[in-house]
């Protein structure tokens, strides 16, 4: 199946990221996971939240920033990858000169029911 980019409507998420959901089940019938694009922008933060079942994968496909990851912190920039165990708490923050966008794989696929907000 092919998902053109530019038919998917981007919206807000609860953690407070911009997300162009590219692949999910509910929408596409593929089974076990999601892609999506999300977008922070430059100086703006996401909600520090985790994810009870999904395991996530960020990939960083521009900009740069900070990633909290339980109790770390550290740098993020193109081409970063980080995996994001179930219950872990996480958010990221853009840099001040441009937004962080990054991929978001999620097994299983992303639920808003999902997210808890900490």
């Given at each position: 199946?092919?998902?053109?980019?530019?038919t998917?409507?981007?919206?807000?998420?609860?953690?407070?990221s911009?997300i162009?959901e590219l692949?999910h089940?509910?929408?596409?019938g593929n089974?076990r996971?999601s892609?999506?694009e999300a977008?922070?922008?430059a100086g703006a933060?996401?909600?520090?939240?985790?994810?009870l079942?999904?395991?996530e994968?960020y990939?960083?496909?521009a900009?740069?920033g900070e990633?909290?990851?339980?109790a770390?912190s550290?740098r993020i920039g193109p081409?970063?990858?980080v995996?994001?165990?179930?219950?872990?708490?996480?958010r990221v923050?853009?840099?001040?000169s441009?937004?962080?966008?990054?991929l978001?794989?999620?097994?299983?696929?992303?639920?808003?029911?999902?997210?808890?907000?900490?």
């Open positions: 199946m092919q998902q053109p980019y530019a998917v409507q981007p919206y807000i998420t609860a953690d407070g911009v162009r692949m089940p509910a929408v596409h089974c996971q892609l999506a977008t922070v922008a933060a996401t909600l520090l939240h985790r994810h079942r999904s395991e994968i990939h960083v496909t900009g740069e990633m909290i990851l339980g770390r550290f081409g970063d990858t995996c994001i165990a179930p219950g872990t708490p996480h923050r853009a840099s001040a441009a937004p962080l966008v990054l978001c794989c999620c097994s299983p696929a992303y639920a808003h029911a999902d997210t808890e907000l900490l």
